[in-house]
């Protein structure tokens, strides 16, 4: 396993569950994603993008670092460059980290639609704020390391089928939720959280606060 972390420009908290997830990754940042580098106490190895987003003080503090310059003019975003970048270099698990929030939604939106399309092909990809997590759904079942109480929805990009939720305070046993449904906000953990699906693409979003401190 290699396991990848790639610092984007959104919103990021520093946690010790966020510590122990990123422990013995190799690290990209992409554009002001470098930003983090410093409260992760990380150094990555390549800096990446079209750098439209970085102050000076920024690009002077990490001068020393590896880059790679693209012009503003491109058909993918940096953090979508990044993740392409890591798969060169042989990641078999990515974490994006700064993943939401920020200024963008959008990139926001590409980031989540990007991990549940990847998770269809077999690639694991993880993506974090520090205070919200997701994990894109595979087809089958997965286990969720997450504390009870923890507040979680999953976020369907369309159809799901035969979605099973159990360990949760709403369980569901092999439903279809249409395309656009509130069914699956808004859950809490119980137990050991387990889900499984059929068929569709959806990521589960989480807020593990019992872990925050």
Aim: net charge negative; hydrophobic share 45%.
């Amino acid at each position: 396993m290699s396991k990848f972390l790639i610092l984007l420009g959104g919103d990021l908290t520093v946690t010790p569950r966020l510590l122990k997830q990123i422990a013995g990754a190799r690290i990209l940042a992409a554009d002001s994603g470098m930003r983090h580098a410093a409260a992760l106490g990380v150094t990555p190895e390549l800096w990446l993008g079209d750098f439209d987003s970085t102050d000076a003080a920024l690009a002077d503090s990490y001068q020393a670092i590896d880059r790679q310059v693209f012009p503003a003019a491109k058909a993918m975003t940096d953090g979508e460059l990044a993740l392409h970048e890591a798969y060169e270099r042989g990641a078999t698990e990515v974490i994006l980290a700064g993943a939401f929030g920020g200024e963008r939604t959008d990139h926001t939106f590409l980031h989540l639609s990007m991990a549940a399309a990847q998770a269809a092909t077999g690639k694991h990809i993880f993506l974090t704020s520090g205070f919200e997590e997701a994990t894109p759904l595979a087809h089958g079942m997965m286990e969720f390391d997450l504390p009870n109480d923890t507040l979680f929805s999953i976020l369907g990009f369309d159809t799901l089928t035969r979605l099973t939720i159990s360990g949760a305070e709403w369980p569901l046993d092999e439903v279809s939720v249409p395309f656009g449904s509130s069914l699956t906000l808004s859950n809490r953990v119980k137990d050991k959280l387990t889900v499984a699906l059929g068929a569709g693409h959806a990521v589960l979003l989480a807020s593990p606060l019992g872990e925050m401190n």
